[in-house]
């Protein structure tokens, strides 16, 4: 006995001096590689405190006894990967629910909604998460407030929209329209808003989409009734919309997506309804904190089993042609829900702008998705590499995303554009929209 458990000891201490550094490596690389590491620890060990027991080394004399081995230990890694995932998964969502910062959360930020994946929750008032894993670190308080409408608003108003529900200015996008890491009033729907004094919906929501933005201008344009509609063109909008998960680590969210049925495009709704209120915010802190073991196999096991459920049903119905696979050419992509939203905005009388943000090169690629002329472009990449291009570093990344002194040292905390980023992006939208103004007193 003795000797079995002196066994055990030697064999857990060496693969765990192996596996060590690799462990710590992949800790900078995301929850999937740490897992991956991990599971194979797991089969390592399992494997070696099982011979003479479940194999030997007469078992690779023959094919067939090879084959067998490395069979069940794929399946056996297969295995352990998954509770591997589902452990640090759980871990990171339940720090993120039961952690201090998050005192003020009401509720959970998102809800979900069967024609967009997943919509903020009206009239909630949160923090913004920054994915920083020392605790050392200072982290900036930024509150994000939603109105009665799930539109992101200062905290110190309660709407832009006016009583006759009338906007001026609709901007559609991603977390970059939304502004995180940053307060409303810095944003820039807020400063072109203030700058131009005119009224104002930000209907940008974290990892949103195009298919997304789609969705909500043949919505809210004949709705509101705006004059100017501001539509984001980044190159991860496109690849998003032919997904049909949004881009989160953590919780697997359906969201809709781009497919090709008889030569047209079309959105086609989520696959199934996510369950963020499977992980209530408030149900989390009362019922789970400090108890994540309970947390693991009350909440995240049933959750995973259902996901499993509904990705291999929905992989049934790819399969057998009942659900339409999602598009795979972006470039028409974009063709088609840009000139769609274009279209919409047409009908109902406003002007559309394309705010180029994310990357110079990819900007170019906007001015060729249109036939005609009728169309305006604010160039925020242009404006942003002007800057950097005189600035003292140089650098992109140093100039516009978010940094906090911590020690001696700068430390990235964040790169969604920073206030500053802000303040250019909005210039370049107040440009665009001065020489609509200037083009319609020449034409009068």
Known sequence: MMKKLLDIIILLAFWSILFS?????????GIRATACIAALYLLFLLVSLSYKYLWSFQTFHNLQGTF????????LFLVLLYMTNLFYIAHNVHTYLTEGNRDTLKDIEYKTDKILGFKPVPNIRTLHTFKIN?????RPKISIAYDDHGFRIPLVNASRIGTSHKADLLFLGDSFTLGAACNAE???????????????????VSSYSLAHMLILAETLIPQYQPDYVIVQYSPWLASRSISVYAPIDSLPLPVPFFAKVNDHYTVHPPLYMGNLEGVDTKIVKSSYNKKFIQFLFKVAVPFSLREIWYYLKSKFLFITGQIPRPATNLE????YAYNRIKHVAEKHHATVIILNLG??????????LFSD??????EADYYLNDYVKNSPSKDYCMEFCHWVVHGKNLVLIDRHPNPKAHRLIANSIMQTIKRINDLKVVKK
Do not use: Q, W
Not at 68 to 75: E, G, M, T
Not at 373 to 378: C, L, Q, R, T
């Open 332 to 335: 028409d992509v974009e063709r």
């Open 68 to 75: 067998k081995f490395f069979l069940l230990s794929f399946a």
């Open 186 to 204: 810095d944003t820039f729907p807020f400063l072109v808003s203030k700058g131009t004094n005119l009224s104002y919906i930000n209907a940008g």
């Open 134 to 138: 020392d605790d050392k670190i200072p």
């Open 21 to 29: 550094p690799l462990y710590f490596f992949s800790k900078g690389m």
């Open 359 to 368: 990357d110079l090169d990819y900007s170019k690629y906007s001015h060729g």
């Open 373 to 378: 002329g009728n169309i305006y472009f604010a």
